[in-house]
C-alpha cells in the first residue's frame, strides 16, 4: 500500500477507471454476441455505437474498432439485414425561437491619458 498521499489517489482513481473500463468492455462483448445470435438492424446499430464508446472512452484501439464494425457489417449485411436504413433516424424538425434584437450598450467614455 502507497504512503505518498498522491499515490493513495492514483490507486483511488486506478480502482475506478478499471471498473468503468470492464464495464465498457462487458457491454460491447454483449453487443456484439446479441448481433452474431440474432443479427438485427437494432443490433447492428447497437453493436456500432457500443464500439464507437470504447473508442471514445479508449478502451479499444480505433483501427480494432474499424475491423470489428466491417465484421458486423458483413454479418449483418450476410443475414440480409439493411443496417443503413433501419438504424438512421430523421430527428424531429426543431423550430427556432424568434431571435430579440441585441441591446445595444452606450459607448464607454475615454479617460483622458494621466500626465507624469
Do not use: C, F, W, Y
Not at 473500463?21 to 446479441?34: D, G, H, I, Q, Y
Not at 459607448?107 to 500626465?115: D, E, G
Amino acid at each position: 500500500m502507497p504512503i505518498i498521499k498522491s499515490a493513495k489517489k492514483r490507486v483511488r482513481t486506478a480502482r475506478k477507471a478499471a471498473i468503468r473500463n470492464s464495464k465498457t468492455k462487458r457491454s460491447l462483448r454483449e453487443a456484439l454476441k446479441v448481433l452474431s445470435a440474432k443479427p438485427a438492424a437494432q443490433s447492428h446499430s447497437s453493436a456500432q455505437s457500443k464500439l464507437d464508446l470504447a473508442v471514445k472512452k479508449g478502451v479499444i484501439h480505433k483501427n480494432k474498432a474499424a475491423r470489428l464494425k466491417k465484421q458486423a457489417a458483413a454479418k449483418a449485411k450476410a443475414a440480409g439485414v439493411k443496417p443503413g436504413k433501419a438504424a438512421a433516424k430523421k430527428p424531429a424538425p426543431v423550430k427556432a425561437a424568434p431571435k430579440k434584437p441585441a441591446a445595444k450598450k452606450p459607448a464607454a467614455a475615454k479617460k483622458p491619458a494621466s500626465k507624469k
